[in-house]
């Protein structure tokens, strides 16, 4: 998920063109080869290429090529290492029942992921109009994403063994799916930031300073339009609206992570909830100032280092909650 965050704010996911399962875990080789790519590329991502990248050399495309390459591989190599192992035990008869309905989860998502990082990819390519991928179809690939790695995380918790008893808690749990429900939302309005650059047309922080032209831009009749919504590259309003959203539940995310953290405190459930609340604290004090300081050097582009740290920040925060509620609710392996 890092690797493919820094391939969207490279501008780096339509340099590869074709799909090829087997031939494209090689890249071009030779001069002619890397030629052939480029004009390809120059031919299917004709708006990106002539909007952002019309002076582009054939080194620089280069550049570009290794991260969706990368990105590619590095998801083929997971199949991998996830696969080979899986039908040996398997086959073997060594996985439990319960572990199998939770791995059989695992691959579906997997393969969920890949077809839809194709759809993204293609939403992109021979679309005139278009200089990125679809946002829209960003936020589903990041959202299975998401879901997988959650399930990955649960699925270890629950292979790691079974927390003590006297730390079991419906309300806690409650609170916890709760935040995390708001937290997957939160991360798919943060795909919506990402795939329609919506940072970029206020870059400060709070909203008061300098607001008055972002307040225009919210007070626009256009974002009431579904078509707007839809062709959202030329609107400045569907984008104020998409970024105060995300900054509005920020706020709201970290206000009910703090009263979780509070409850915690006052259940005295144990040393291990309190450690996991302290992680939760840190995690959510990390992505807010990542968040902050995303936006605040999102002039002229999307900031890699911030960007993509902010999306990680993401799933350590994810991966806290899960582990206070896998804690409060002992959850049972069959």
Known sequence: MIIGGVTRLTDSGLSITEWAVIQGT????????????FEAYKTAARKQYETLHAEMT???FKVIYFWEYLHRL????????????????????WIPSWLMRLLGLVIFLAALAAIFGMVMVNSG?????RTWVNAYNLII??????FLFGVLCWTWLLAHGRPPLHHRSSSIRSWGWGLAALLVLQIALGGLMAGMRAGLIHPHFPFFI???????????????????WIDYEPSLAVKAWVQMVHR????????????????????????????????????IS??????????????????LVYGVLHQGGALLLLASILYINYLAGRPKKA
């Open 141 to 146: 690939h990041l959202l299975i994403a998401t």
């Open 58 to 60: 054939l080194g620089e």
């Open 26 to 37: 090689l890249p071009p080789t030779g001069e002619a080869q890397w030629l052939e790519a």
């Open 286 to 303: 990390l992505q807010f100032l990542l968040g902050v300081l995303t936006i605040l050097n999102s002039v002229g582009r999307i900031p």
């Open 125 to 129: 390519l021979n679309k005139d109009t």
């Open 74 to 93: 590095w998801a083929r190599l997971m199949g991998v290492v996830f696969l080979i192992p899986f039908l040996f035990f398997w086959a073997k008869k």
């Open 248 to 283: 509005g539940v920020a706020y709201i995310l970290s206000g009910l992570a703090i009263l979780f953290i509070l409850k915690l405190k006052r259940w005295n459930a144990g040393p291990a909830i309190s450690r996991a609340s302290m992680l939760l604290l840190a995690a």
């Open 210 to 228: 300098q607001g008055e032209a972002f307040m225009k831009a919210l007070t626009m009749r256009e974002s009431a339009a579904i078509g707007n």
